[in-house]
């Protein structure tokens, strides 16, 4: 296929790139700057503009741009969030679905944030939850309304945070637990759900060449907070008997510290266990080592 990618400087666009490529894919890409090579085409979702001519015999979509999260959620810092997901997701949805002939398959990246807080396993079939990144998840899928609206297949995968040196909870707490700074956060019952790069690698692969369509969770596994902190601090080689108190996490981060460090969620791969996809990485010791040595 010919397939187009948003996003493909970023952490999974850098590795499904390549991926693609290693499958006889041919990949052209979106940037936000003027193109340097044949293979770049040019967008600004903020403006509400893209080359649509050089889309033209595209087969499918990859849509992985975004704003990071995993920030403190000041007022300016939900807009962008927000509007980085909803105003580039709906651009390139509109623009798919006036291209003759139509790509086949937009796949979308989005979160597991949709569910909200809460302890209990959930799948693609729970409902909504509350908080801000469930109202921007809702808002993030909604946002392809279009090309669904023009026969398009669209794939919403919802993924747990990436394991990463660099990245997610992983690269925000290497640094501290590297110094023996390390412990829970909170009280560290709350779950804590996560996926490996190579994995989600696999899914968007298996969402292109498939017939999967809406919503897909992308997730290796849960655990206690108090396990996955213990486990890095295993990983690193370092104690992890300094705990974070919930008040310092709302005090250092606000809501989004709130939401996404103290809030629990444990959603379930459900749909692409139905289907026969099996994760590689579903056992945390060795996807976290795996991930701090890449």
Known sequence: ?????TGASGLIGSALVPALHEAGHEVVTLVRRAPAVEHEIAWDPAAGTIDA???AGVDAVVHLAGETIGQR????????????RVDGTGLIARTMAGLDPRPAVLV???GVGYYGLGDEPVTEQSPKGAGFAADV???WEAAAEPARDAGIRVVALRQAPILDRHEGPVGRMRLPFRLGLGGRVGSG???????SLPDVVRVYLHALGTDV????????GSVTNREFTKELGRALHRPTVFPIPAFAVRLAFGQMGEELLLGGQRPVAERLEREGFVFHDTD???AMAAALAS
């Open 213 to 220: 369509e809406g919503a897909v969770n992308v997730v290796g």
């Open 53 to 55: 001519e050089r889309l």
């Open 284 to 286: 945390l010791e060795g």
């Open 137 to 139: 998840v809702e808002a």
């Open 1 to 5: 296929m010919k397939v187009a990618v």
């Open 108 to 110: 979308q990246a989005s």
């Open 73 to 84: 959620w000041s007022a300016g810092a939900r807009e962008r969030i927000r509007g980085s």
């Open 189 to 195: 019952s709350q779950w804590w759900c996560w996926v």
